[in-house]
């Protein structure tokens, strides 16, 4: 009987932490460039894209953050999205590769019914194949700059790593605007921010895994890595690996539930402080998954470029000379007491165009004020140099350098 109750207690525990690998691919905005499409679409898509995607930061009665209703923009970030995963859905298993976005709460992949020329290119859920789909009715739709995607809702048997997830709520997408889906490497997204960001009425997928008690700990990790090979890390549902990173993580508290909005105490250059120290409550930061730069006030990016040599381009991107990155002033980001600084070899984007090296700056603006303090953005530009952890069972944001580092200044 023991040794029956031991068997019992073991199997319980078997997903107590799941591991997602993460692939690392050539972001959009590249494969824009290279067909000389790229300055076009910015063209069209950048006013306003970061106002929308972060308005819930904000209070509503705020008429320049009014976006008619909840609706919130995405698709601009996605554009430099480089990180992947994959899930299945329903019995037999469908596999779509998605996003793993801490700045959205929505699961949604293509329907097999989609119309657009976006959902042709990938792969799309047939609902009709699985023994597991529970049809819920209901529609969904999320604003992008050229327009709306458009779905239905559903519950489904959803696999994430080694977990599966009873009646996850999904949105099919039946509409896909913009040729920016096209180009994507992924299917759909995978929202991991609060409820309270959530478009479709239903649990988010890390709410149902606490629910349905999956995970020893109400926590996920992201290790991010940079680099040539295909290889771009892992997600960890159910706890952190402390073989990812050098102790101690160094938390902040959410500051405002929806996205994973922490204060940030300010920003320095070469180590004097630059940005954020005017006031006494600091700045806001959202720590961001599905957003690829490092996005700040508009002024503030402005001087830092200056700060940085870089040159303006037509699409709003900026240039730098690819033999100056060593001798480029190293960037920290004060956040609970802590420094955590990038080198120019960190925060500068390379890509190759014709068989010719050119260099950007990592750094990109983002006005969207607020009445808690201006909002800077790290996502993967930031996130790839640290190992980041999520808890919300305390409603913090925990970093921590990675393995083979240099250690934090404080």
Known sequence: MRTRLILLGLLACVHSLVRVPLRRVAAVRGRLRATNQLEEFLREHQPDAFSRRYAQCFPAAQHYLHTGGRATERLYNYMDAQFFGQISLGKPEQNFTVVFDTGSSDLWVPSSYCV??????????????????????????????????????????????????QNQVIGEAVYEPSFSFVLAHFDGV??????????????????????????????????????????????????????????????????????????????????????????????????????????????DIMILQQFLGATPTAGGEYLLDCAR????????????????????????????????????SGFQS?????????????????????????????????????????????
């Open 116 to 165: 657009s020329q976006a959902c042709a290119a990938h792969h799309k859920f047939k609902a009709f194949e699985s023994s597991t789909y529970a049809h819920d009715g209901r529609v969904f739709g999320i604003h992008y700059g050229s327009g709306h995607l458009l779905g239905v809702m559903a519950r489904e048997e959803l696999k994430v790593g080694s977990v599966r997830v």
């Open 190 to 299: 995978l929202g991991l921010g609060f409820p309270q960001l959530a478009e479709e009425l239903g649990s988010p997928v890390f709410d149902s895994m606490m629910a349905q008690h999956l995970l020893d700990e109400p926590v996920f990790s992201f290790y991010l890595k940079n680099g040539d090979s295909g290889f771009g890390g892992e997600l960890l549902f159910g706890g952190v690996d402390e073989t990812r990173f050098v102790p101690p993580i160094i938390w902040a508290p959410v500051t405002q539930k929806g996205y994973w909005q922490i204060r940030l105490d300010g920003v320095k250059v070469q180590g004097a402080l630059s940005f954020c120290y005017r006031s006494n409550h600091g700045c806001q930061a959202v720590v961001d998954t599905g957003t690829s730069l490092i996005g700040g006030p508009a002024r």
């Open 325 to 360: 990155i060593r001798s480029l002033p190293v960037v920290s980001f004060l956040i609970g007491g802590v420094e955590f600084s990038l080198t120019g070899e960190q925060y500068v984007r390379r890509e190759t165009l014709n068989n010719k090296e050119i260099c950007f």
């Open 366 to 410: 983002t006005d969207v004020p607020s009445p808690a303090g201006a909002v800077w953005i790290l996502g993967d530009v930031f996130l790839s140099q640290f190992y980041s952890v999520y808890d919300r069972g305390h409603s913090r944001v925990g970093l921590a350098p990675l393995a083979g580092a240099p250690q934090l200044a404080a």
